[in-house]
């Protein structure tokens, strides 16, 4: 195995955490997954590093192909794991005196094990951000958040605006552009 130098290197690290963060943004995927992922994804690639030809394209570009088979391998491999580990919420002990055989019910009470696995960080994180995002409003866009949050539904909050819809749409698009200033990919 020839060295590694800090050049592929740096690409390893940076094609894996995007790899990740692209992962965890689509998917939804918990801290402890993606710190996994990212961490099967550099091993791969510091693996490879001997497949790697400088003459024959950059290591960015390398690290970045590379990264993207192994992401959706690994990808694979945890939705195949997440489908097969379920466990059922008030299942009874086979030897429990009130055991009823459940095997021809149709498995209401079985929920997916990931189903209530949360990233409360990034939910505070979010919050603060919303905060934040307000705090910056003018007044029409207070009133729009304000209607839109009532209504919950663009349709009935654009009855309600009393405006047009052409006008009600395009404040609904500024104040989209304004959430995005604030890490809100789809705002509204």
Known sequence: MKPINEEYFDAVKNAAATRTYRMAARFGLPIADREDIQQELMLDMLERADQFDPAKGSAGTFTGVVSEHRA???LDRLIKDRKRLSFGQ???AAN???YQDR???????IAPM???DRDLFADSMALRDLQTALACMNDDQLAL????????NLATACKAAGV???TFYRRVHDLQMHLRMFGFRSAA
């Open 90 to 92: 008030g299942v009874q």
């Open 96 to 98: 429990d005196p009130e």
């Open 114 to 116: 990931w189903a209530d």
């Open 103 to 109: 095997s021809d019910e149709d498995g209401d009470s």
């Open 164 to 166: 047009s819809s052409a």
């Open 72 to 74: 959706t391998e690994l």
């Open 145 to 152: 958040f304000s209607l839109l949050e009532d209504h919950q």
